[in-house]
């Protein structure tokens, strides 16, 4: 489960960059809101293996590697610098553990203009999709586009799985937000996994 929860954040991440005019307008668009406020994303995301499939919501809040908020079904991940905490609903507990590491490079790698420059290969399907091979190490993806020039939906065919992400909503975080990367959980239990 943790391989595909930093499959699909990385893919919302991801979607924010490809290549093309409508991707590259799409792309400074993108990266002005980060630059600004962050951005929000709402999304839905079904997975596709031979051992089941599974499908949920999901909601993603980016400001930097470092401060982001992420929610895929019951859980909820939220990070501000080197705090750490994930919110499981069904329980009402608050795990606060060390940040990852591996993940916050990965984060930083992808969403850094001049690494998105790197792009190995990009396939125009039509005139509003994209098949992105990013590295030889990471299974390619297509990406699909509105006819508003949004972000609709990002495929992932994998060895064994597939995982289709549909984009709800893409927004700024709203700049008169107090604390956009906290949550108020008052009732749940913590507790502190860091050592």
């Not at 391989?3 to 668009?29: G, Q, R, V």
């Not at 999709?129 to 990406?143: G, H, I, N, R």
Request: proline residues 3%.
């Amino acid at each position: 489960m943790l391989k595909l929860t930093k499959l699909i954040l990385l893919l919302c991440l991801l979607s924010f960059s490809l290549t093309a005019d409508l991707y590259t307008n799409w792309m400074e668009n993108t990266f002005s809101l980060i630059d600004s406020t962050g951005i929000e994303v709402q999304f839905h995301y079904q997975y596709y293996a031979e051992s089941g499939e599974r499908s949920a919501d999901g909601y993603l809040r980016y400001g930097d590697a470092t401060h982001f908020l992420y929610q895929l079904g019951e859980k909820t991940v939220f990070a501000v610098d080197s705090v750490w905490k994930t919110y499981d609903a069904t329980t009402n507990q608050v795990f606060i553990h060390e940040p990852d590491i591996q993940f916050q490079q990965m984060v930083l790698k992808w969403l850094n203009r001049d690494s998105l420059l790197t792009v190995e290969k990009i396939h125009q399907i039509n005139s509003r999709a994209y098949t992105v091979q990013l590295s030889d190490e990471m299974s390619p993806f297509d990406v699909y586009f509105s006819d508003q020039q949004t972000l609709d939906q990002i495929i992932v065919y994998g060895h064994d799985y597939s995982l289709v992400i549909t984009v709800k909503s893409l927004n700024p975080i709203a700049p008169e937000q107090k604390d956009p990367f906290k949550l108020d959980l008052p009732h749940a239990f913590e507790l502190d996994l860091r050592e």
